[in-house]
């Protein structure tokens, strides 16, 4: 196997990305270095592994568009040249297990090259280990940097995917969220904060189409899972609800300030199918992808299926409380690292059991049922040209 050892304590230098570090010196930093600096702090618990059913069931989801895909790049290929693959967002690399699986049955003696891409404060340990044993003949890259900035030389991508990623905002939290609000999906549509943060995904997710264009073969593919809101641009999960109440209550008992409650939030925004398509389908990106494939539908909770069939009055007991804990566990793996921002270990933990106590010992009010969009684009023959690419 051959392994590429990259320095994670700071991003890597992509081809014609410039100095990306996270250095401190006296002058105006770059957009790089400021995302770097706001995402710095993001990152799965090092428990995620073991705490990511969730992203597990979007991944296997994914991956028969994958297949798809792959086998047709597959076919068009000159024999002998790597099949060059992206995973943007990988974290511990327990949801790359079944896309990278996909991928190799499908090139056959093709040699893989897998490139995994996150940013620098993940377990990039945890993921060598999770991933190289299982495949002891793909050749793994780590690049430890944002996707919303150059990562691959221009023309060398034949495949970037990803699950559960792409609605995290790069830039981090643009402003606090009032109204004990923890993502802005919670507040309506038009309130003047949530439009800041639906301007910021919006940028995020046409920057990565540029970005890609550039780096994507003319006929290769992006195949993405992104995490998203109802059709009318709430969330219908009901952990979200129970997590915003137990917001609400520390508020109203003076356990966290006013300043702390509206920087106790979570970094995502959840677009709608809607708010996908239409960066992909106006502007320059319109002519730069082709929408070949695009599914919209709801992925249950995972520790759902111990629940399907039972009444709240069967939900009691050890069984509930087993479920409960397992459901909160998966909620603080992706969300500890932003809540920490605002609160200390102390009301943090507060903040966790008023969920707890909210649920009430019924496991369907921490239910992490989410809504998905599954699309596939195909890159164009036309060239992406400069002022594509925002600064």
Not at 33 to 43: G, Q
Not at 151 to 179: F, K, R
Request: glycine share 8%.
């Amino acid at each position: 196997m051959l392994l590429h050892v990259t320095d994670t304590s700071r991003p890597v230098q992509p081809h014609g990305a410039g100095d990306l570090s996270c250095g401190g010196d006296s002058r105006e930093p770059t957009r790089q270095e400021k995302m770097c600096r706001r995402t710095s702090s993001l990152r799965m618990s090092i428990n995620y592994n073991s705490n990511s059913s969730a992203q597990a069931l979007g991944s296997s989801t994914l991956t028969p568009f994958l297949a798809r895909v792959t086998t047709k790049l597959n076919e068009s290929l000159p024999k002998g040249e790597v099949f060059n693959v992206y995973d943007y967002g990988c974290a511990t690399g327990g949801s790359s297990i079944a896309p990278i699986t996909a991928i190799c049955d499908r090139i056959g003696d093709r040699k893989l090259r897998a490139n995994m891409v996150d940013l620098p404060m993940n377990d990039w340990d945890v993921l060598r280990i999770t991933v190289e044993p299982q495949f002891p003949d793909v050749d793994f890259v780590y690049k430890p940097q944002s996707m919303y900035l150059p990562i691959a030389n221009e023309g060398t991508v034949h495949l970037g995917y990803s699950s559960y990623a792409q609605h995290w905002l790069g830039d981090g939290a643009p402003i606090g969220l009032p109204e004990g609000a923890m993502w802005a999906n919670q507040l309506p549509p038009g309130h003047q904060d949530r439009l800041v943060w639906e301007e910021s995904s919006k940028r995020d997710w046409e920057t990565l189409l540029a970005l890609r264009a550039r780096e994507v073969v003319p006929g290769g593919f992006l195949v993405f899972h992104i995490q998203s809101s109802s059709s009318c641009g709430g969330l219908g999960e009901a952990c979200a609800a129970t997590m915003q109440q137990a917001k609400l209550e520390m508020i109203a008992d003076g356990e966290i300030s006013v300043e702390q409650a509206r920087k106790m939030v979570v970094p995502e925004y959840l677009k709608s199918p809607t708010e996908i398509l239409a960066s992909v389908t106006s502007g320059a990106n319109q002519l730069l992808w082709s929408v070949e494939e695009l599914q919209y539908k709801k992925l249950p909770c995972p520790l759902g299926e111990d629940l399907c069939g039972r009444s709240e009055n069967d939900l009691g007991g050890d069984f509930a409380d087993k479920i409960i804990k397992q459901q909160i566990d998966m909620l603080r793996a992706f969300t500890d690292s932003s809540l920490e921002l605002a609160l200390d270990s102390e009301q943090l933990e507060t903040f966790w059991a008023r969920a707890q106590r909210l649920a009430n010992g019924n496991p369907k009010k921490l239910e992490f049922d989410v809504m998905g969009t599954f699309i596939v684009l195909k890159r164009s023959s036309v060239s992406p040209v400069d002022h594509l690419i925002c600064a």
